[in-house]
């Protein structure tokens, strides 16, 4: 990003892909951007340009630029990576090199609960993230959430894709991903970080049947 106005168009683009309002089908071109969003072609092909390194779009020859969804492979990329850096998070508190902030981590985890009750599946699955990526920052490494934050964006984009694409394509679930972490977050209350570490294990396995079966969580 050069400037203000680059940067700008940047965030706008990219929120407007990780809460739905692009659809899957719709083809983005320098010339209905620029004349949507009443500013020239410069920063928006700067800012497309840098969302397809992010790999949230791609470019389709004679076509324009669309959605890109992250394979089945990457997705079980993304959540293996997140789920061990959680678990480095807790093997660091354990040894006293780290520490939770309990309250922010449950009020996240409140939140998400709340847009799962609703079915407010957009902001649900943007507000899950922010629970990992605070379980990571007990870890004390200042690099882990800053690189997942590069990676998130996949996750979030394609888990909306295929809801947008196929809203009826829903997981059948007997358990939920809030379900498993405030069954974490009750563990580390309670200094249980055995404990905790076994449960996300057991939803990077449950995850990862979510993935494989219907491509996203």
Request: hydrophobic share 35%.
């Amino acid at each position: 990003m050069v400037n203000s106005i680059e940067t700008t168009t940047y965030k706008e683009l990219r929120h407007a892909i990780l809460y739905g309002k692009i659809n899957p089908d719709d083809l983005l071109s320098e010339a209905s951007l620029s004349k949507q969003m009443g500013i020239s072609r410069t920063p928006i092909r700067s800012a497309l340009k840098q969302l397809e390194l992010e790999g949230l779009v791609s470019y389709q020859k004679n076509r324009g630029v669309t959605l890109r969804e992250a394979s089945v492979k990457e997705m079980v990329d993304i959540t293996q990576i997140c789920v061990q850096w959680m678990m480095l998070a807790v093997e660091q508190v354990n040894v006293g090199l780290g520490s939770f902030d309990i309250e922010k981590i449950q009020q996240k985890l409140d939140e998400a609960k709340a847009y799962r009750a609703a079915e407010d599946y957009v902001h649900y699955i943007n507000k899950m993230p922010e629970v990992y990526m605070n379980i990571m920052k007990a870890s004390g490494n200042n690099l882990l959430v800053p690189t997942y934050k590069a990676l998130l964006g996949r996750q979030i984009s394609t888990s909306l894709y295929h809801k947008m694409s196929d809203p009826k394509n829903a997981p059948e679930k007997k358990r939920s991903t809030v379900l498993f972490f405030q069954e974490f977050l009750d563990s580390i209350n309670e200094e249980k970080y055995g404990e905790a570490i076994d449960t996300l294990k057991n939803y990077q396995e449950y995850a990862n049947n979510q993935i494989l079966h219907y491509g996203h969580l």
